[in-house]
């Protein structure tokens, strides 16, 4: 299989490390980051060069927290199953390693000197050596496999070892060449900054048969799918912005498989994370099912080829949706055989129409393939700008359409290193260009529509609910569609003092602690009130409505309230409810979602992102209901507005007494809130190579 250049960091960045990657040591290690750092500004001359500067920032900072993790004269012990293990000594180590990713280099004692500073141990990372790979990260220990079968516990008898941990960077590393491939390509570079005079590129639109006809009642989803199938302007990428329920996933899924109907075109799709991929698989193998005029298309052998990295299936193929992953490229495995590269399908992908991966997956695999007619990046917001280049770096062909699909009111791209953030790599292109003159909207609200569609009828939620979020981060553009009588069903609930508005919030004024050796934070109080809601709504219902555990949702800005709540639940028989931080509830639904805030008399910097409040209150389609201390929370103007909407509603409650449940505050006294952190929870990050 193809592997990227390992892109070690150069000198001057790691003499940069030293100081704190300072503007003042970057702007003298780089001519055009001093530039860049007075301006802010990207343009097609410093592009490469500044984001490859943001991204080494990042790789270093993530590679960092790998090096700390070495050990030194260490002793290997046999596990059961012909693996072995070494111990963990730092609390929390086992969230970084990702098992079936992650490797684990063993040398002979001795070999590294214990006094290795910083810089020395990241160069020490790359250091050459038979690597065994990570199967499983405990709180005591790592277990390793070797790559070809068993390993001998005679190879470790009687000896010690210097550790190394490390990853193996596969998205740096591809977005290292992604930059590169950019800097030579300036056809390329017109996609990530078009010209401010492009000429109009008007185009018939056509009418056709829908595959799903509820879009014929849309106008802008209609227009959105014709403009794609005629064809974009093809001197820019076409942005479709869809912001919470407005049907952005249906539109770009008709659009998809209406490129194939009609023009038969070559399509990838790529999003950021597998579950999303997975998720709009999904989509369009249901309608390839079930469609007959798919299967009696000859221009491709395979319709559609849901691409699967090796690394994926190893950790993911049982949880899997079985469908998917007949369209992939992996054979259906046996139960008594094991997951080995041996299940990789023969696929050209020259034979596939449609080809749906990951950024990175299509960068290693489908990016060398031949000619793309289109190719959608899903999710386009939450993606910066060096992984949206993965998709978009090494395009064969001037006429190649980029559709870019998100909202970047939502939760931007994820980035660990704060200086990295501080410097702008939390912005996506698609954010950029939404900015840009040849995509902004009129004082009437008119736009170019051979370069975008604005989704703006929401399907999802109550009107109160959308009502929220319209106010607060959408300009009241959005308009609100579901029938009452799908979203209404918490107007009986007898605990909502205003069933017209389904919205609560309930006040507490708990404890914020933190667990041991970790920055993460958990209320004790919180947790309670928010079980006790969740025992209340499963045993009452919302009036003659049963609701079942899947229907409610739990969000949570820290991971340790998010395992405290999950394991509280858990143990009172009910762990079917999800639970989950923000991050991970992005682009998802429940008809009930709690809240719990967290925060306490302290600072709400975690919440003090507007896309994160807008995730969270996006999330709800029939209940919302938001749990916090009102005095902390109010220091922040949008959660003054939507607390004070919740008392001018007469929906703010705070009586905490009947949430004191004996059997609940039984079950705290038994935990070790210092540790609220569940036995199975390990990086809430999804490695997407």
Not at 7 to 15: D, H, I, Q, T, V
Not at 350 to 357: K, L, M, N
Request: hydrophobic letters at 40%.
């Amino acid at each position: 299989m193809y592997r990227p250049r390992y892109y070690e960091p150069n000198e001057r960045m790691l003499s940069a490390l030293e100081l704190k990657f300072s503007d003042e040591i970057l702007g003298k290690n780089d001519a055009i980051f001093a530039s860049y750092l007075q301006s802010r500004q990207l343009s097609t001359e410093n592009a490469c060069s500044v984001l490859n500067t943001l991204i080494t920032i990042e790789d270093i900072s993530r590679m960092l927290i790998f090096a700390e993790l070495m050990q030194f004269d260490v002793s290997i012990k046999p596990t059961k199953n012909g693996n072995c293990s070494i111990p963990l000594p730092k609390r929390n180590s086992q969230s970084i390693l990702i098992p079936y990713v992650d490797e684990v280099l063993l040398l002979k004692s001795g070999t590294l000197p214990a006094s290795l500073k910083r810089r020395e141990r990241i160069v020490e990372l790359s250091r050459g050596g038979l690597a065994y790979i990570v199967s499983k990260a405990t709180k005591e220990c790592v277990v390793f496999q070797s790559r070809y079968g068993n390993i001998s516990p005679e190879n470790f008898k009687d000896q010690k070892f210097d550790v190394i941990f490390r990853s193996p960077r596969i998205p740096f590393r591809l977005m290292y060449r992604a930059l590169n491939l950019l800097s030579t390509s300036p056809d390329t570079l017109r996609y990530l900054f078009p010209l401010s005079n492009i000429p109009k590129s008007p185009s018939q639109l056509n009418s056709f048969p829908l595959l799903n006809n509820n879009i014929a009642s849309n106008p802008e989803q209609l227009q959105a799918v014709q403009q794609i199938v005629a064809g974009p302007n093809p001197q820019a990428p076409y942005i479709l912005f869809g912001p919470p329920g407005t049907g952005k996933t249906t539109t770009i899924v008709e659009a998809i498989l209406q490129l194939y109907l009609q023009k038969k075109s070559r399509i990838l799709v790529t999003i950021a994370s597998n579950s999303a991929c997975d998720t709009i698989a999904l989509k369009l193998i249901e309608y390839i099912e079930k469609d007959k005029r798919f299967q009696e298309l000859t221009h491709h052998k395979y319709v559609l080829l849901r691409l699967v990295s090796y690394t994926r299936f190893r950790k993911s193929a049982k949880s899997m949706n079985r469908l998917v992953l007949r369209y992939s490229n992996y054979e259906l495995f046996r139960a008594n055989k094991k997951k080995t590269s041996k299940f990789i399908k023969q696929i050209e992908l020259e034979d596939c129409g449609i080809i749906v991966a990951t950024l990175c997956t299509a960068s290693m695999r489908a990016g060398r393939s031949p000619t793309f007619t289109h190719i959608f990046i899903d999710e386009a917001a939450s993606a910066s700008e060096p992984e949206t280049a993965m998709a978009i770096a090494g395009i064969k062909s001037r006429e190649c359409h980029i559709i870019l699909s998100g909202d970047h009111k939502q939760l931007g791209p994820h980035v660990k290193s704060e200086r990295a953030l501080a410097l702008g790599l939390d912005h996506s292109l698609f954010e950029r260009l939404m900015n840009h003159n040849i995509y902004k909207v009129d004082d009437s609200g008119a736009y170019d529509c051979t370069l975008q569609s604005r989704l703006r009828r929401n399907f999802r939620a109550h009107p109160e609910i959308v009502g929220i979020y319209n106010k607060l981060y959408y300009n009241n553009e959005l308009f609100a569609m579901a029938p009452l009588s799908q979203v209404n069903q918490a107007a009986k609930w007898n605990l909502l003092p205003n069933g017209k508005f389904p919205i609560l919030f309930q006040a507490t004024q708990g404890a914020m602690q933190s667990e041991t050796n970790s920055t993460s934070s958990f209320n004790q109080l919180e947790a309670m009130v928010v079980c006790w809601y969740v025992m209340s709504l499963l045993k009452e219902g919302l009036g003659d409505v049963r609701i079942e555990q899947g229907d409610i949702g739990v969000v949570t800005p820290y991971l340790a309230q998010r395992n405290l709540v999950k394991r509280m639940l858990r143990l009172r028989g009910h762990p079917n409810v999800e639970v989950g931080t923000v991050e991970s509830y992005q682009g998802r639904e429940k008809p009930i979602v709690l809240a719990s805030l967290v925060s306490s008399f302290k600072s709400t910097r975690f919440l003090s992102d507007p896309r994160r409040i807008n995730v969270l209150l996006s999330r709800a389609k029939v209940l919302l209901i938001l749990i916090g201390n009102p005095i902390s929370l109010e220091k922040n103007d949008d959660f003054k507005f939507i607390i004070g909407q919740c008392k001018a509603n007469h929906n703010f409650l705070e009586n905490v007494e009947k949430f004191k449940d004996d059997s609940l505050e039984g079950l705290i006294s038994k935990m070790n809130l210092k540790d609220a952190e569940s036995e199975d929870s390990f990086s809430s990050s999804e490695e997407d190579d």
